[in-house]
């Protein structure tokens, strides 16, 4: 399914690195701040770095 950050502006999305499992969460509305409304969740995705192996892209996601 293809969700756009606008849409979903009042929820988070939870990434899990897939390499070692650490979690970050993000509010929509502050990822709006740097990056387009038009930009979905799995852009999102694969542009996410992890802060603790620096692994970009290899990872899930939730939103809540
Ligand atoms: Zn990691």
Do not use: F, Q, W
């Not at 930009?39 to 620096?54: F, G, I, N």
């Amino acid at each position: 399914m293809i969700t756009m950050l606008k849409d979903i502006v009042h929820k988070k999305i939870s990434i899990t690195c897939a390499v070692c499992k650490h979690v970050v969460a993000h509010k929509i509305a502050n990822l709006l701040l740097v990056v387009d409304e038009d930009m979905t969740t799995h852009e999102v995705r694969l542009r996410a770095t992890c802060p603790k192996c620096l692994t970009v892209g290899d990872n899930s996601y939730t939103v809540e």
